[in-house]
């Protein structure tokens, strides 16, 4: 893969900065790139994010990757990875958007039916609904295909009793995407079905958890006797295993590659400015090593970035191998900000922007990297995905492989 931009591609980067200079303010590059993480997504957040959407929407710079038909542009992913590049130079309002349009949109369009796309999928990409991903259960994470929350056919319409838990942005959410249980007679994964749900139904609740970098970006979600329409059915009753196996294969190459990748600059410039022995930390053969070390990973990632990319842009599904990047990029990115804090000595304890180095970015990426390392597939989980799809490795023992699931013992049924 050549990795320096083709005419055609140089061309486009011109048009997306020009786009870009005429409604953002530029960052400036000889300042710290601004947090990802630990976004505060207040009701004036949620607002300029909506509005910075429909902006992008209305010229043509939104969800690039998209079909012309639902809203995008039908663009490869190098023109996407190109725009983003372009629009980390600039401020931008908090990332609201990433789990409907990395994840449900592409959901929708491999699994809903022509109606659903025209209905949902225009109006996620302006942004101006957001949707939410509403999966995992206080005993159904990892193993998710042991979640209880159950949905039972009434007529025209299911009913959705249960609780989900670590919903992010449901509290501002307009849509969700729910996976329920509608046959607890059959093996875990045949029992499921995938729904599109209305937040704002009667008998949903949401309530935010406080998290400990001072945000509350996730929820606990209550459903009691909530109705939904039978045309909300994502996909065949029963197959909602499968779809939601679309949904979490487009999450791990969403989040992927990218934890602490772009923060090597930072931390070169962090070891230049904090002194250790009454040198420069940088001056330091110690410090110097690990430098050296973050650099390996952090260049790593990256090529392992645009080799996914690379397949994926020759008409590759997102695949086993998507999970690599976020394997080794979560943890790295914990590593590098548990370093910065070190080099910072006393002052890495103290989490205040307005006296920390570097507007405590290491200290705000420390406290939420572990979150990083747990959402979309925890460390082990992804181990156990490499092991088993990319490796062929032996599958871990299943012991509930095959029993209908209400005779799996549960604190609830034993
Ligand atoms: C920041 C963040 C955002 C999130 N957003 C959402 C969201 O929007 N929607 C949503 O539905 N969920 C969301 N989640 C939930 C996330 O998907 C789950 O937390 C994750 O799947 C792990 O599940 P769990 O928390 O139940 O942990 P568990 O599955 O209970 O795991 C506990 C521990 O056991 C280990 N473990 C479990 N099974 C195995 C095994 N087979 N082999 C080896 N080790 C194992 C795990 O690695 C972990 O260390 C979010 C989580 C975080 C942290």
């Given at each position: 893969?050549?990795?320096?931009?083709?005419?055609?591609?140089?061309?486009?980067?011109?048009?997306?900065?020009?786009?870009?200079?005429?409604?953002?303010?530029?960052?400036?590059?000889?300042?710290?790139?601004?947090?990802?993480?630990?976004?505060?997504?207040?009701?004036?957040?949620?607002?300029?994010?909506?509005?910075?959407?429909?902006?992008?929407?209305?010229?043509?710079?939104?969800?690039?990757?998209?079909?012309?038909?639902?809203?995008?542009?039908?663009?490869?992913?190098?023109?996407?990875?190109?725009?983003?590049?372009?629009?980390?130079?600039?401020?931008?309002?908090?990332?609201?958007?990433?789990?409907?349009?990395?994840?449900?949109?592409?959901?929708?369009?491999?699994?809903?039916?022509?109606?659903?796309?025209?209905?949902?999928?225009?109006?996620?990409?302006?942004?101006?609904?957001?949707?939410?991903?509403?999966?995992?259960?206080?005993?159904?994470?990892?193993?998710?295909?042991?979640?209880?929350?159950?949905?039972?056919?009434?007529?025209?319409?299911?009913?959705?009793?249960?609780?989900?838990?670590?919903?992010?942005?449901?509290?501002?959410?307009?849509?969700?995407?729910?996976?329920?249980?509608?046959?607890?007679?059959?093996?875990?994964?045949?029992?499921?079905?995938?729904?599109?749900?209305?937040?704002?139904?009667?008998?949903?609740?949401?309530?935010?958890?406080?998290?400990?970098?001072?945000?509350?970006?996730?929820?606990?979600?209550?459903?009691?006797?909530?109705?939904?329409?039978?045309?909300?059915?994502?996909?065949?009753?029963?197959?909602?295993?499968?779809?939601?196996?679309?949904?979490?294969?487009?999450?791990?190459?969403?989040?992927?590659?990218?934890?602490?990748?772009?923060?090597?600059?930072?931390?070169?410039?962090?070891?230049?400015?904090?002194?250790?022995?009454?040198?420069?930390?940088?001056?330091?053969?110690?410090?110097?090593?690990?430098l050296a070390n973050a650099f390996i990973v952090?260049?790593?990632?990256?090529?392992?970035?645009?080799?996914?990319?690379?397949?994926?842009?020759?008409?590759?599904?997102?695949?086993?191998?998507?999970?690599?990047?976020?394997?080794?990029?979560?943890?790295?990115?914990?590593?590098?900000?548990?370093f910065a804090m070190e080099l910072q000595g006393?002052?890495?304890?103290?989490?205040?922007?307005?006296?920390?180095?570097?507007?405590?970015?290491?200290?705000?990426?420390?406290?939420?990297?572990?979150?990083?390392?747990?959402?979309?597939?925890?460390?082990?989980?992804?181990?156990?995905?490499?092991?088993?799809?990319?490796?062929?490795?032996?599958?871990?023992?299943?012991?509930?492989?095959?029993?209908?699931?209400?005779?799996?013992?549960?604190?609830?049924?034993?």
């Amino acid at each position: 893969m050549d990795f320096d931009d083709t005419p055609q591609e140089a061309e486009f980067r011109k048009k997306a900065r020009a786009f870009l200079e005429q409604h953002l303010e530029p960052l400036d590059p000889d300042k710290i790139a601004p947090s990802m993480l630990g976004e505060r997504e207040d009701d004036d957040a949620i607002k300029k994010a909506k509005e910075w959407q429909a902006t992008k929407y209305d010229n043509g710079w939104a969800v690039l990757t998209w079909p012309k038909e639902f809203g995008g542009q039908g663009l490869g992913r190098l023109e996407n990875v190109v725009f983003g590049q372009e629009e980390s130079k600039f401020k931008t309002p908090a990332p609201i958007y990433g789990i409907g349009h990395g994840m449900l949109g592409p959901t929708l369009m491999a699994h809903g039916t022509p109606a659903q796309q025209e209905k949902y999928l225009k109006e996620m990409a302006r942004g101006q609904v957001v949707w939410c991903q509403l999966f995992s259960e206080p005993a159904a994470g990892s193993d998710l295909a042991g979640l209880r929350t159950s949905a039972v056919r009434d007529g025209d319409e299911w009913v959705i009793n249960g609780q989900k838990i670590w919903s992010t942005g449901a509290h501002f959410c307009d849509w969700g995407m729910i996976v329920t249980r509608t046959d607890p007679e059959v093996p875990k994964h045949d029992g499921l079905t995938y729904f599109i749900v209305d937040m704002h139904a009667p008998g949903v609740e949401c309530r935010p958890i406080k998290q400990i970098n001072g945000g509350a970006a996730f929820n606990e979600v209550f459903f009691n006797d909530v109705r939904v329409p039978a045309d909300y059915q994502l996909g065949a009753i029963g197959q909602g295993w499968q779809v939601a196996i679309t949904t979490l294969m487009n999450e791990r190459v969403s989040i992927g590659a990218g934890g602490g990748a772009g923060r090597t600059k930072d931390l070169f410039r962090l070891a230049a400015e904090c002194r250790k022995n009454g040198r420069p930390a940088i001056e330091d053969s110690s410090v110097r090593q690990r430098l050296a070390n973050a650099f390996i990973v952090s260049t790593g990632l990256k090529y392992t970035g645009y080799r996914t990319l690379s397949a994926l842009s020759r008409g590759g599904t997102p695949g086993p191998e998507g999970s690599i990047g976020k394997a080794v990029g979560a943890p790295f990115s914990q590593e590098l900000a548990a370093f910065a804090m070190e080099l910072q000595g006393a002052m890495g304890g103290v989490s205040d922007p307005s006296c920390a180095p570097q507007d405590a970015i290491w200290q705000e990426s420390y406290l939420a990297s572990p979150g990083i390392r747990i959402a979309g597939g925890t460390d082990e989980i992804l181990k156990n995905v490499i092991a088993e799809r990319v490796l062929g490795l032996p599958g871990e023992h299943r012991a509930d492989k095959g029993k209908p699931f209400r005779e799996i013992p549960s604190g609830s049924n034993k």
